[in-house]
């Protein structure tokens, strides 16, 4: 007489550690599947708003220390401060980069000042306040990778914001001279900080490739090989009015003395 063979499926199913829970013949009840579905999804909703986990540590290290990059706005917020630094020398001041037309007019606010701009990049979706110092030639559009249509010494103050950091080093060795050509009393620069500030989506296809922030050693040692001085009168008294002020500022600035 022949043993009957034995299911291994069977075996299988009602042994080990979890054999009671995948037997065939055991049933989790219907309502307790809809709680342990609607608590997974709590939970998984939970940890990704925590920012915890793979995504939300790789959220986090994207947007730690790095801002919109403008300095421009800097610019108008350091005005005061400029103006304790240069004195009389901000009577004629020329501002290089892009949003030009809110620097202008902030500076043609203050009194005895005269103020000019020149906007590097496309300007057809200004508004009716900047196209009317577009019609008086206050302020221009230019491509700064070129000569300046302007005289040497032709301002007393060159402010530049936003605009060299869209420039190779190539572009930059002719730029920065011409800017300190166009100045007759000093040169001052406003960029942003490597890994703590970039260009703002908009701005991407606007300037066609992207903004390179350089370290304040990596712009000490150009404007050496481009032979510009540091202006360090004008650089503590520019530090001394904004400790004045409490105003800390989010750009780096330097300050040039222009070509004798």
Known sequence: ?????????????????????FHPKSRIPP???????????????GHFRSGSGIFGGQKESTNKGEGDFSCTSEVQKAIPALRKAYGDNMRKVLHVGPDTCSVVSKLLEEDGTEAWGVEPYDIEDADGRCK???????VREADIKFPLPYRAKS??????????EYLSPRYLNKTLPNLAR????????????????????????KFGRPA??????????????TSLEVNE????????????????????????????
């Open 1 to 21: 007489m022949s043993r009957r063979p034995a299911n291994p499926t069977r075996r299988l199913a009602g042994s080990g550690p979890f054999g009671g829970i």
């Open 31 to 45: 309502f307790l599947s809809v709680v342990l579905i609607i608590l997974g999804f709590v939970l998984l909703i």
């Open 132 to 138: 009317a110092l577009v019609r008086k030639g206050i």
């Open 155 to 164: 301002f007393s103050l060159v402010i530049v914001s936003d605009a060299l």
């Open 182 to 205: 166009v100045s007759a009393d000093g040169l001052v620069i406003f960029t942003g900080y490597p890994g703590k500030q970039r260009a703002k989506v908009a701005e991407l296809s």
């Open 212 to 225: 390179k922030m350089r370290s304040a050693s990596w712009w000490m040692r150009f404007f050496v090989q």
């Open 233 to 260: 009168a004008a650089a503590n008294k520019f530090e001394q009015a904004a400790t004045t002020m409490s105003y800390k500022p989010s750009c780096q600035v330097f300050h040039l003395n222009s070509y004798r």
